[in-house]
Every structure is written in C-alpha cells, then in structure tokens.
C-alpha cells in the first residue's frame, strides 16, 4: 500500500476535530492500519475517541502515540483561508493541525506502510496510540488506555510521540522528558467592607501581597544535567465586586508549577504552605497533580531516533526537556523509552496554523528509518 504523507495529512486536517471530537479521524487512520496487518482496538471513554492497534504480538513493542484533536480556531475572519480547509499557498500547508499533530500522524502512517511493505518479517511489533483528548482535560485519552494496557500487562518497549518538537528545521530538536506540572487554587480570606472604613474589613488582597513577593522570589531547585530550574507562576487572580468602593471578601489566585526531577510534589507544597502560615495569610488551597517529570536517557530509542535524523537530514539533533506538558507524562508509566519528536512547532495553536512542505518532506523518511533502526537486525 502506498500512503501518501501530504493527502493523508490534508484529509485529516479537513475533519473538524475540535478536542474532545475526533470527526471520524480515527476511523480513517484505522482504515489504512487494517490492510497492514494491525488489529484495530477502540478505548473510548467519556465521550473520547481512543485508538490502541497493533501489529505482531513479539518483543520489543515500538508504538507511536499521538492525538487527532486539535484546539479551537479563534476568530474565523483572521484566517487567510478557513482552518479546516487544507490549502497550499507558496509550498506551505495551511490549516489548524497541520503542524500539532496531523502530519506528524500521517507520517507515521505512511513510515509504517513503507517499512511493513519492505520488511515484512521484520522483529518485534508496532503499535498505535491514539486519542481525542489530549488538548483538552486529558482525563480519558491516552490516560485510560495506559491504564488498560498496563492491567493486561501489555507495555511499549519503545514510544514515539508525534508532538511538533522541532525548532527551526524538522529534525533540530526532540524531547527527551518534560518537566511535571503542579496546579494550586488559592483562595484567600479577608472581611468585606467599606474602603472608608478599612478597620471594619480585612483585604485578603493586602494579606497575600507579601506571600506572593516570597513566593515569585523563591529558588525551588537549581535544575540539573536534563531540567532547567523549577518556576512558580500566578496564572490567574481576582478579587472584589467590581465596585471601586467596596474591599473584597476574597482573592482567588491559580497558580502553576513547572518543576524538574530535583523537586518533588511533595517538596513544592510544603514550602508554599510554609510560606503562607508564615506570612499569617487565612487560605484555603486545593491542588491539582497534572503530570510528573520523566526523562529518557541516552540509550537505544534516543541514539536510534537521534541517528534516523541525522542519516536523512544530516542535522546533529539536541535533546532538550523544555516546553509544556504532553501525554508522554502518561505513557512514561508503562514504558521507559519515551520521546517526542516531529515538525517544527512556530505556529501550532496559533491563527493561520501551518506547515511548511520542506518541513514535511522528511518526516516520514525519519519515522521510517526509526523503525529500521529498531526492529531490523
């Protein structure tokens, strides 16, 4: 079967798969995986669309994960074309995920397409996983389906996450961990009242200002050989009635971790409680766990995957753990070799989302040589 990397990426694009809504991606995806020799499982939960296929049932398990939704458009009249409509303008593909992550899915499509037709009786198995939720909550994509893999005993040696990782040129950077992240809803008490009479009230947005100075000020970790330090940002705050005369009862503040493997969950909330008591400050914190660190060392899915790109490409490509969250924070819980890599990301989640062709181009070449690498000795 020959698959197309461009047209399978454009009739994704054309489905309007605003997350949770997979828009019949997956079923097309399922489509061209069946003729190949994969069994096709579907896992949906909560209204998610989720898709487990495989192919073989020996050792090592190499899969390719990824998500078929994409985040909403923004105002239509600032798109030079409509989102869902993939046109090509001056050897550049236009359309919301283009770049996060259609063609990255495409891609591995057409690699695996290639690679079984070229070697049949290759080692091991290959396998896709595949979700409507990752842009999203991301309570009951690739989460539920590590769940009941790991409940079978069934786990990747070996996983790729299509996320868009590269910076200038496809091929330049991949992510080998990301740092975990830890959420806080903060409410601080205070007495409502009349700001001319502020001895009859207690702003709660005065009795938390010093905490957040100590809080903004503080060095949680110094990082280390594969993180950047741990940083502490305010995200949201409000307070008060909207009248300019009134002292408010309560502030709301949501914050946000993004922590290293030097910190600890734990070692985070302690010090924000210890800080808070000891500025005196009345509260009530709720805090949300969203995904934990994990890192992926030099071995045989980073040099292999490290290699592909260097014999198509000729690029030296950099590991690096920076950026935001994805599902390989969940996959990392049934499989040691985790690493996200595919096209470069300048424009993902923005209007006009886009991918150039020469970016695309080597995409599937890359994906395909990973698995020679891997499954043929």
Known sequence: MDIDTLELARALVARPS????????????AEHLKPLGFSIERMDSGGVSNLWARRGTAAPLLCFAGHTDVVPTGPLDQWKSPPFDPVIRDGVLYGRGTSDMKSSIAA??????????????????IAF????????????GTVKMVQALAERGEAPD???VGEPTSNKRTGDMIKNGRRGSLSGRLVVKGVQGHVAYPHLARNPVHEVAAAITELAKAEWDRGNEHFPPTTWQISNMNAGTGANNVIPGEAHIKFNFRFSTASTVESLQTRVHGILDRQG????????????PYITGRGDLVDAVARAIKKVTGIETELSTTGGTSD????????????EFGPTNATIHKINECIALEDLEPLPKIYEQILKELLVK
């Open 18 to 29: 605003v997350t949770p809504d997979d828009s019949g991606c997956l079923d097309l995806i």
């Open 108 to 125: 591995f499509v057409c690699a695996v397409a290639r690679f079984v037709e070229k070697h049949a009786d290759h080692q091991g198995s």
């Open 129 to 140: 996983m595949l979700t409507s939720d990752e842009e999203g909550p991301a309570t009951d």
């Open 158 to 160: 070996y996983c790729i």
């Open 281 to 292: 400050v009345e509260y009530d914190l709720d805090w949300s766990y969203d995904g934990r």
């Open 328 to 339: 390989g924070r969940f996959i990392a819980d049934i499989c040691d070799q985790v690493v």
